[in-house]
């Protein structure tokens, strides 16, 4: 079992735990992620790491509640346990030799960019960010990323915080203005990943993105978290989550993620019923 040591609402919709296990802890590295269940009969759910504490033994992820197993995740306080928490999985994200870099996170994907953008800033890269929300009330992790990055800049679709725009306008003006990125790293919505990727072809510049399709094993073996990089298929759960973003076939990913909205739309109202009993 493994304990939860801290729980924390970042926006209506997306909050954080701190698990303890220092185990995995002690092996994490940003880019990889975890399996969880957070009760005996759930569902087996990945969530890519968030941050960990090797001398407190705990990983802490972020999740945004939009189906059955994470409403189911989200009903868990402190001091509760989830039922299993194994990992680390996947490959790390690569960061060695890079000097300047990009960092671009839409949504709930930045808390999966924040460990990468805070590792690159450990290792004396400079780290531009850029995170990209629907409104001011979903934004997260702003502080976070301000003390990691030399520059940072937050988009809203709405213009009710930051910028009123889209994370590709801001990633092109910084490039215009003259920065030179060795690397660029996009994660979010795959439309989102897209289209910095069509950007970034048209100005040569490397893209690396993070992709996180439905996983069942992690172990490469189910085959659901296939997708196609470069002509040739791919595992996310063994061959990533990483990618190299202008090899990835994203209408295909895009196409594949609807398959299984009318059965997570069911879990999703099913937990709604079944906690409407409980209460």
Do not use: W
């Not at 924390?8 to 269940?37: C, D, H, W, Y």
């Not at 930045?110 to 890269?125: F, V, W």
Request: proline letters at 4%.
């Amino acid at each position: 079992m493994y304990k939860i040591v801290k729980k924390r609402a970042l926006n209506p919709t997306v909050s954080l735990m701190e698990i303890e296990a220092p185990l995995i802890a002690k092996k994490a590295e940003p880019g990889q992620f975890i399996i969880f269940r957070a009760k005996e009969d759930s569902e087996r759910i990945p969530l890519t790491i968030s941050d960990f504490d090797r001398e407190k033994g705990t990983v802490t992820i972020i999740y945004q509640v939009v189906g059955g197993s994470t409403m189911e995740l989200d009903t868990l306080e402190e001091g509760d346990s989830l039922q299993d928490f194994v990992g680390p999985l996947g490959c790390p994200s690569e960061t060695d030799g890079l000097k300047k870099v990009a960092v671009v996170g839409g949504g709930v994907g930045c808390a999966i960019a924040y460990p990468i953008a805070k590792k690159l800033s450990r290792l004396g890269c400079e780290v531009h960010s850029i995170a990209g929300f629907r409104n001011k009330d979903l934004i997260i992790l702003e502080n976070e990323f301000k003390a990691v990055s030399s520059e940072f800049r937050i988009m809203t679709d709405d213009g009710s915080y930051g910028t009123k725009g889209l994370v590709t306008d801001a990633l092109e003006a910084l490039i215009k203005e003259g920065n030179q990125y060795d690397e660029v790293i996009a994660i979010g919505p795959l439309i989102m990943m897209k289209f910095v990727c069509l950007l970034t072809k048209k100005y040569n510049i490397k893209t690396i993105v993070s992709m996180n399709p439905i996983m069942i094993d992690g172990t490469g073996m189910c085959g659901g978290c296939r997708l196609s990089v470069g002509g040739e298929t791919k595992f996310a759960c063994v061959d990533g989550p990483d990618f190299d973003g202008h090899l990835v076939d994203f209408d295909e990913a895009m196409h594949r993620g609807t398959m299984y909205r009318e059965f997570e739309t069911h879990a999703r109202e099913s937990s709604c019923n079944l906690m409407k009993q409980e209460g």
